[in-house]
């Protein structure tokens, strides 16, 4: 299972850091786990959340949350992302490393989040895109540095999300001659 931080009723979890940090999961997560977007809002054991949409790392409901220097990886091929940020605000993402499915949507999935900073992060497999980007709320993101090309495209906007919620600058991406 993944790393995961599941505020619900309500609440949010505050001021939360995970540093240096190089995990490889087993993988074999697969469409329909990726796909999920309702997890319970309560659960007794983590385990009663049933499949968790992300291999790595899914928070939801948190505010203040920092990952500086993180590895993520797969021994087996897994369509979910490495990451969710499930209504998360201000986030700092620093040295984010992470492995993709070229099957997957996306590497990284943000819901209704906002005010997120992530400078130089890297993907170390090909994907399709490095971020998706979903809900009307979502915005203030910023990728600053960092290697892309391994990405079709860097960046996708569904389910009412707009193309000003996120602004790069300095990452370097995939050519049109590649």
């Avoid at 500086?68 to 620093?94: E, K």
């Avoid at 009412?160 to 995939?174: D, K, S, T």
């Amino acid at each position: 299972s993944c790393i995961a931080l599941n505020c619900v009723g309500g609440a949010t979890l505050e001021r939360v850091t995970f540093e240096n940090i190089h995990l490889v999961f087993g993988g074999g997560g697969t469409a329909e786990d990726a796909a999920r977007r309702d997890l319970p809002e309560i659960a007794g054991e983590y385990f009663m959340l049933g499949p968790m949409p992300a291999y790595g790392f899914y928070a939801r409901n948190a505010h203040g949350l920092t990952l500086s220097n993180i590895r993520f990886a797969t021994a087996t091929p897994d369509l979910r992302p490495a990451v969710i940020l499930d209504h998360v605000a201000d986030a700092a993402i620093s040295g984010l490393s992470i492995g993709a499915d070229a099957n997957s949507e996306s590497a990284l999935r943000f819901i209704d989040t906002h005010d997120v900073l992530i400078t130089a992060p890297r993907l170390l497999t090909p994907a399709k895109s490095f971020l998706q980007v979903e809900g009307g709320s979502s915005a203030g993101i910023l990728v600053q540095g960092g290697d892309l090309r391994k990405c079709s495209e860097p960046f996708a906007f569904v389910r009412g999300a707009e193309h000003g919620a996120v602004q790069a600058e300095g990452i370097v991406q995939r050519s049109n001659r590649d």
